[in-house]
Structure formats: structure tokens, C-alpha cells
């Protein structure tokens, strides 16, 4: 083995909700590998575009709004259009609500699962179908969570979404790895982004969260990077349908 398997010079990535937090660090990860990137964004993602671009890589961004499957067909289309192919789809966009399940809105639970759960799946189908025409398989990361695994509280949307992520990532594995597609995803653990602020703002929770972390800190997005190009690489070409931790070791707790 030559560490050549992880290099994804000549890939085009795309990525959804690549101008913050996680999608930020795994677009710049990607990017050190040699991929070039097709950002999906609602908000300005000039700083990824900066970051990537100082590497020596291509950066091209697609507004889109991921909240209903609308824009998935059109998502495929500009990759083709600017790079001629996808071989890489990270689905990384996703929302939080929180609130008491007892006062749970109908509202909170569909926008969640619409960004979380349905849109992920159908631009998967889309990136997948052109893989398919492509004749050259591909690969598809989902971004998972703890949620996947665990209750939680006070996020009754959220864990049913990212269940459903971690079950999704097992069935489209199984429909797709006939064709090179390789589906697995990453569980990040307690992460420093805009969607944990809410928790770190509340001492408490956040000391204690913080005290059950074997790593004893919270991760970082560059924390992903590794994982993302590993899965994103020839290196994991035999692996199918998993769900990666990578958690500072919460749940081997
Ligand atoms: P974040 O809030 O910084 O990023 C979320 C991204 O999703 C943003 O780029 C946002 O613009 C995009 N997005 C949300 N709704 C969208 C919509 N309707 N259309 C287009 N884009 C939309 O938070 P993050 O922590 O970087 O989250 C990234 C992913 O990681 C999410 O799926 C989240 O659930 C997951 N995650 C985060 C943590 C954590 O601790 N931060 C832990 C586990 C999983």
C-alpha cells in the first residue's frame, strides 16, 4: 500500500453547507488532498472559497436552499457543467431545533427532517444517478452525529434525523455498492461550531459535557479532515454503509 490512495488530485467534491463549521474544515481537507470543490451554500462562503484557492485548487459556489429537494437536479448540473463530473458528495448541511418534546412543533420537526434527512437523500439519488451515467462510481459522506446513536435531549427532530442518516447510509450502501458507489458517514462528536453555541453558552452543560469527553476537549473542525479524506479516497474502497465516530472517544465511554 502507498499512501497515493488517499490523494484526490482530479476529484470534484461537492459540498453542502461548505461556508461554516464542519463543511468549512472538510472542504479545506479535501482541497490539501488535491480535490477541487463545487460548495454548495446559503450563506456568502467567500472565506472557504479563499482558503481552498490559496491551495491551488478550483472553488465553485452553488446557491441553494436545502430546505426542500428543489434544488438537487440543479446541483448536479452545475458540478457538470463547471468540472465535467462529481466523484465526491459530502451532505454535511443540517438544522437544530430544541425544545421539550412535550411542546414540539409540527414546524420545527419537518424543517429538520426536510434538511437533515429528506434533501440528503434525494441529492444523494441525484449525485448517484450521474455517477451511474459517469461509469465511474463515486463516493457519497453523510454527516451523522452522536444523535445517531443516542437519545439526547431536548432534540426530538434532530436524533430521529440522524438515526435516519445512520440507517440511510446502510441501505444506500447496499442498493449501490453493484455500482462503485461507496455510501458511509462520519459522527462527529461535540464540535465547536455555530450549532453547538446554544450548549457551550450554558456553563454547565458545557463543563459537563466537556468532563465526559475522553479526549478531555471538544473537537475542532479540522478534526474531520482525516476521516473526510480517507472516505472520500481509493484508501476506503472496501468499506461500506459505516458510520464513523469521531468523537474524542464519547461513545467508547
Ligand atoms: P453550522 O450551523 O455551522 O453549519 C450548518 C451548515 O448547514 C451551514 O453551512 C448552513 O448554511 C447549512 N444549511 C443549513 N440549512 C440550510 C439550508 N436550508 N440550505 C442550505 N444550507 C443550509 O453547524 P455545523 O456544526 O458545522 O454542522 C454541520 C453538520 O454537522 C450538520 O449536519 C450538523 O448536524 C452536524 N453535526 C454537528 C455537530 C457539532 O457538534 N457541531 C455534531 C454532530 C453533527
Known amino acids: 500500500m502507498t499512501f497515493d490512495q488517499f490523494d484526490l488530485h482530479g476529484k470534484v467534491a461537492i459540498i453542502t453547507g461548505c461556508n461554516t463549521g464542519l463543511g468549512q474544515g472538510i472542504a479545506v481537507g479535501l482541497a490539501e488532498a488535491g480535490a477541487d470543490i463545487a460548495g454548495v451554500y446559503r450563506s456568502d462562503p467567500g472565506e472557504t472559497k479563499k482558503q481552498v484557492e490559496s491551495l491551488g485548487r478550483r472553488f465553485v459556489g452553488i446557491k441553494a436552499d436545502l430546505s426542500s429537494i428543489e434544488p438537487v437536479n440543479d446541483i448536479v448540473m452545475q458540478t457538470v457543467d463547471a468540472f465535467s463530473k462529481a466523484d465526491i458528495l459530502i451532505n454535511n448541511a443540517g438544522i437544530i ?125 479540522e478534526d474531520l479532515k482525516g476521516p473526510a479524506v480517507f472516505l472520500a479516497s481509493d484508501a476506503s474502497s472496501y468499506v461500506q454503509g459505516f458510520t464513523i465516530a469521531v468523537d474524542g472517544g464519547w461513545l467508547a465511554r
Not at 104 to 110: G, L, N, Q, R, V
Not at 163 to 175: C, D, H, I, K, M
Not at 193 to 219: F, H, V
Open 97 to 221: 431545533r430544541r425544545c421539550e418534546a412535550l411542546e414540539f412543533s409540527e414546524k420545527d420537526w419537518d424543517k429538520v427532517l426536510n434538511v437533515n434527512l429528506k434533501v440528503l437523500f434525494f441529492l444523494s439519488q441525484a449525485v448517484a444517478r450521474q455517477y451511474v451515467e459517469q461509469g465511474t462510481g463515486g463516493k457519497i459522506i453523510n454527516i451523522a452525529s452522536m444523535l445517531s446513536y443516542q437519545g439526547g435531549i431536548l432534540i426530538s427532530s434532530y436524533t430521529a434525523s440522524k438515526s435516519g442518516v445512520l440507517g440511510l447510509t446502510r441501505t444506500l450502501a447496499n442498493e449501490w455498492a453493484k455500482h462503485n458507489i461507496n455510501v458511509n458517514a462520519i459522527a462527529p462528536g461535540y464540535m465547536i461550531t455555530n450549532n453547538t453555541e446554544p450548549l457551550r453558552k450554558d456553563k454547565q452543560r458545557y463543563e459537563s459535557i466537556t468532563a465526559r469527553i475522553p479526549a478531555g476537549r471538544w473537537g475542532k473542525p
